[in-house]
Nanobody
Protein backbone atom coordinates (compact mmCIF):
# COMPACT_ATOMS: atom_id res chain seq x y z
CA UNK A 1 0.00 0.00 0.00
CA UNK A 2 1.43 3.34 -1.09
CA UNK A 3 1.66 6.02 1.58
CA UNK A 4 3.07 9.53 1.70
CA UNK A 5 2.82 10.98 5.19
CA UNK A 6 3.71 14.61 5.79
CA UNK A 7 4.65 15.99 9.19
CA UNK A 8 6.21 19.05 10.77
CA UNK A 9 3.52 21.63 10.13
CA UNK A 10 2.83 24.10 12.94
CA UNK A 11 1.93 27.62 13.92
CA UNK A 12 5.02 29.82 13.65
CA UNK A 13 5.70 33.54 13.90
CA UNK A 14 6.78 35.58 10.85
CA UNK A 15 10.50 35.22 10.33
CA UNK A 16 10.54 31.77 11.88
CA UNK A 17 11.56 28.41 10.46
CA UNK A 18 10.04 24.97 10.04
CA UNK A 19 11.18 21.70 8.54
CA UNK A 20 8.56 19.54 6.89
CA UNK A 21 9.06 15.83 6.29
CA UNK A 22 7.30 13.43 3.95
CA UNK A 23 7.83 9.74 4.64
CA UNK A 24 7.15 7.39 1.74
CA UNK A 25 6.33 3.70 1.65
CA UNK A 26 4.89 1.16 -0.77
CA UNK A 27 6.84 2.23 -3.85
CA UNK A 28 10.46 2.53 -4.94
CA UNK A 29 11.10 5.99 -3.56
CA UNK A 30 14.50 6.46 -5.20
CA UNK A 31 12.96 6.22 -8.68
CA UNK A 32 10.43 9.02 -8.08
CA UNK A 33 11.02 12.73 -8.40
CA UNK A 34 9.50 14.40 -5.37
CA UNK A 35 7.74 17.73 -5.03
CA UNK A 36 6.19 19.92 -2.39
CA UNK A 37 2.99 21.78 -3.22
CA UNK A 38 0.90 24.09 -1.10
CA UNK A 39 -2.71 25.15 -1.11
CA UNK A 40 -4.13 28.12 0.74
CA UNK A 41 -7.89 28.54 1.31
CA UNK A 42 -9.59 29.78 -1.84
CA UNK A 43 -6.42 29.52 -3.92
CA UNK A 44 -5.08 27.17 -6.56
CA UNK A 45 -2.62 24.47 -5.55
CA UNK A 46 0.89 25.85 -6.11
CA UNK A 47 4.12 24.00 -6.86
CA UNK A 48 6.71 25.02 -4.27
CA UNK A 49 9.77 22.89 -5.00
CA UNK A 50 10.89 19.78 -6.87
CA UNK A 51 13.86 17.48 -6.43
CA UNK A 52 15.19 14.87 -8.83
CA UNK A 53 15.53 11.18 -8.02
CA UNK A 54 19.17 11.51 -6.96
CA UNK A 55 18.73 14.87 -5.29
CA UNK A 56 21.18 16.46 -7.69
CA UNK A 57 18.66 18.82 -9.26
CA UNK A 58 16.18 21.11 -7.54
CA UNK A 59 13.75 23.79 -8.64
CA UNK A 60 11.77 26.37 -6.68
CA UNK A 61 8.89 28.72 -7.13
CA UNK A 62 10.05 32.32 -7.32
CA UNK A 63 8.05 33.11 -4.19
CA UNK A 64 10.18 30.78 -2.03
CA UNK A 65 13.57 30.89 -3.78
CA UNK A 66 16.33 31.68 -1.31
CA UNK A 67 14.13 30.88 1.70
CA UNK A 68 13.11 27.23 1.21
CA UNK A 69 15.32 24.20 0.58
CA UNK A 70 14.11 20.81 -0.63
CA UNK A 71 16.20 17.72 0.08
CA UNK A 72 15.78 13.96 0.18
CA UNK A 73 17.26 10.93 1.90
CA UNK A 74 16.72 7.88 -0.29
CA UNK A 75 17.97 5.58 2.47
CA UNK A 76 15.15 6.82 4.70
CA UNK A 77 12.54 7.18 1.93
CA UNK A 78 11.94 10.74 3.05
CA UNK A 79 11.81 14.15 1.42
CA UNK A 80 12.20 17.36 3.41
CA UNK A 81 11.33 21.01 3.01
CA UNK A 82 13.34 23.43 5.13
CA UNK A 83 11.46 26.71 5.34
CA UNK A 84 13.20 29.83 6.66
CA UNK A 85 12.16 33.48 6.92
CA UNK A 86 8.53 32.46 6.86
CA UNK A 87 5.91 35.02 5.86
CA UNK A 88 2.16 35.13 6.50
CA UNK A 89 1.61 34.43 2.80
CA UNK A 90 3.33 31.06 3.25
CA UNK A 91 0.31 29.92 5.26
CA UNK A 92 -1.16 26.86 3.54
CA UNK A 93 -1.55 23.12 3.62
CA UNK A 94 1.70 21.64 2.33
CA UNK A 95 1.52 18.38 0.39
CA UNK A 96 4.18 16.14 -1.08
CA UNK A 97 3.92 14.35 -4.39
CA UNK A 98 5.88 11.55 -5.99
CA UNK A 99 6.18 11.53 -9.78
CA UNK A 100 7.50 8.87 -12.12
CA UNK A 101 7.96 9.03 -15.88
CA UNK A 102 5.99 5.84 -16.48
CA UNK A 103 3.68 5.42 -13.50
CA UNK A 104 0.96 7.38 -11.72
CA UNK A 105 1.62 10.20 -9.26
CA UNK A 106 1.20 9.72 -5.52
CA UNK A 107 0.02 12.42 -3.12
CA UNK A 108 0.12 12.80 0.63
CA UNK A 109 -2.69 14.21 2.76
CA UNK A 110 -0.88 17.38 3.74
CA UNK A 111 0.32 19.21 6.83
CA UNK A 112 -0.87 22.66 7.93
CA UNK A 113 1.59 25.54 8.15
CA UNK A 114 0.32 28.75 9.69
CA UNK A 115 2.50 31.86 9.86
CA UNK A 116 1.03 34.43 12.19
CA UNK A 117 1.96 36.64 15.12
Amino acid sequence: QVQLVESGGALVQPGGSLRLSCAASGFIFSTYAMSWYRQAPGKERELVATISTSGGSTNYANSVKGRFTISRDNAKNTVYLQMNSLKPEDTAVYLCKGSHRYYRDYWGQGTQVTVSS
